[in-house]
C-alpha cells in the first residue's frame, strides 16, 4: 500500500500546476472571446447604420432579432470586458436604439397617409400602380423610371422623402424578389445595378448631412 502512495502523491504534484495552467488558459481566453463578439456587434451596428436604409422597414423583425441575440450574449459576459470596451459597448447599443428609433418614426410618419403615400409613389414612377401586381416584365421599367426620378429631385428631398422614396423600393424590391426567376440576366444586372444607385446616393445624402452639421 505504501508503494502506491509515493506515485499518486506525485502524480499530485505533477498534475495540479497542469490543471491551474488550463484553468489560467481558459479564463484567460474568455475575455478575448467576449471583445471578438463586441467587434462583431460593433461592425454589425457601423454596416446597419451607414448603409442605406430603403427596405429596412420589411426586415425590422430580422433586425431587431440579430440585435438582441448580439447583445444578450455580450450583456451576459460584459464583466470580461475592459473599462473601455464597456464604454464602447454602451456607446454603440446607443447609437443604435437612436438609428432604430429615428428610422421607424420616419416609416411611421409615412404609412400614416396613406393617401399621400400613395401620391408620393405615383410621383416617384410617374404611374399610378399597384406594384404587388406588376408582372416580371414591366420591372425593369418601373425600377429605371423611379431612379430618373430619386436623381432628379433628391437634392431637395427632407429626410422623410428619403424614407419615403425608401419605402416605394421596398416594395419595388419585394415584388422583384417574387419574380426575379422570370426575368432574364441582363434585366436582373440591370434591377440590380439601379438598386445600388439607391443606396449610393442615399449613402451620398447621408455623408452631405454630416458635413453640414459639422
Given at each position: 500500500?505504501?508503494?502506491l502512495?509515493?506515485?499518486?502523491?506525485?502524480?499530485?504534484?505533477?498534475l495540479?500546476?497542469l490543471?491551474?495552467?488550463?484553468q489560467?488558459?481558459?479564463?484567460?481566453?474568455?475575455?478575448?472571446a467576449?471583445?471578438?463578439?463586441?467587434?462583431?456587434?460593433?461592425?454589425?451596428?457601423?454596416?446597419?447604420i451607414?448603409?442605406?436604409?430603403?427596405?429596412?422597414?420589411?426586415?425590422?423583425?430580422?433586425?431587431?432579432?440579430?440585435?438582441?441575440?448580439?447583445?444578450?450574449?455580450?450583456?451576459?459576459?460584459?464583466?470580461?470586458?475592459?473599462?473601455?470596451?464597456?464604454?464602447?459597448?454602451?456607446?454603440?447599443?446607443?447609437?443604435?436604439?437612436?438609428?432604430?428609433?429615428?428610422?421607424?418614426q420616419?416609416?411611421?410618419?409615412v404609412?400614416?397617409?396613406?393617401?399621400?403615400?400613395?401620391?408620393?409613389?405615383?410621383?416617384?414612377?410617374?404611374?399610378?400602380?399597384?406594384?404587388?401586381?406588376?408582372?416580371?416584365?414591366?420591372?425593369?421599367?418601373?425600377?429605371?423610371?423611379?431612379l430618373?426620378?430619386t436623381?432628379?429631385?433628391?437634392?431637395?428631398?427632407?429626410?422623410?422623402?428619403?424614407?419615403?422614396?425608401?419605402?416605394?423600393?421596398?416594395k419595388?424590391?419585394?415584388?422583384?424578389d417574387?419574380?426575379?426567376?422570370?426575368?432574364?440576366?441582363?434585366?436582373?444586372?440591370?434591377?440590380?445595378?439601379?438598386?445600388?444607385?439607391?443606396?449610393?446616393?442615399?449613402?451620398a445624402?447621408?455623408v452631405?448631412d454630416?458635413?453640414?452639421?459639422?
Amino acid at each position: 500500500m505504501k508503494r502506491l502512495l509515493l506515485p499518486l502523491a506525485l502524480l499530485t504534484t505533477i498534475l495540479t500546476p497542469l490543471a491551474t495552467q488550463a484553468q489560467q488558459k481558459t479564463t484567460a481566453a474568455t475575455p478575448s472571446a467576449v471583445e471578438r463578439d463586441l467587434r462583431t456587434f460593433s461592425a454589425w451596428v457601423d454596416q446597419k447604420i451607414d448603409s442605406a436604409s430603403a427596405g429596412a422597414h420589411r426586415k425590422w423583425p430580422k433586425l431587431m432579432a440579430d440585435y438582441d441575440r448580439q447583445s444578450a450574449r455580450l450583456d451576459r459576459a460584459v464583466d470580461s470586458l475592459s473599462v473601455q470596451s464597456k464604454q464602447k459597448y454602451v456607446a454603440q447599443k446607443a447609437r443604435y436604439k437612436a438609428w432604430s428609433a429615428e428610422q421607424q418614426q420616419l416609416e411611421a410618419s409615412v404609412q400614416s397617409d396613406p393617401a399621400k403615400a400613395t401620391a408620393i409613389q405615383n410621383k416617384l414612377l410617374g404611374e399610378n400602380v399597384t406594384i404587388s401586381k406588376t408582372r416580371a416584365a414591366e420591372l425593369p421599367d418601373l425600377y429605371g423610371r423611379f431612379l430618373e426620378s430619386t436623381r432628379a429631385q433628391r437634392r431637395s428631398w427632407t429626410a422623410t422623402d428619403w424614407t419615403a422614396a425608401g419605402v416605394v423600393l421596398a416594395k419595388l424590391n419585394g415584388r422583384y424578389d417574387q419574380v426575379r426567376d422570370q426575368l432574364d440576366i441582363d434585366e436582373k444586372v440591370r434591377i440590380r445595378s439601379l438598386q445600388g444607385e439607391f443606396r449610393t446616393l442615399e449613402k451620398a445624402k447621408d455623408v452631405k448631412d454630416i458635413f453640414n452639421g459639422l
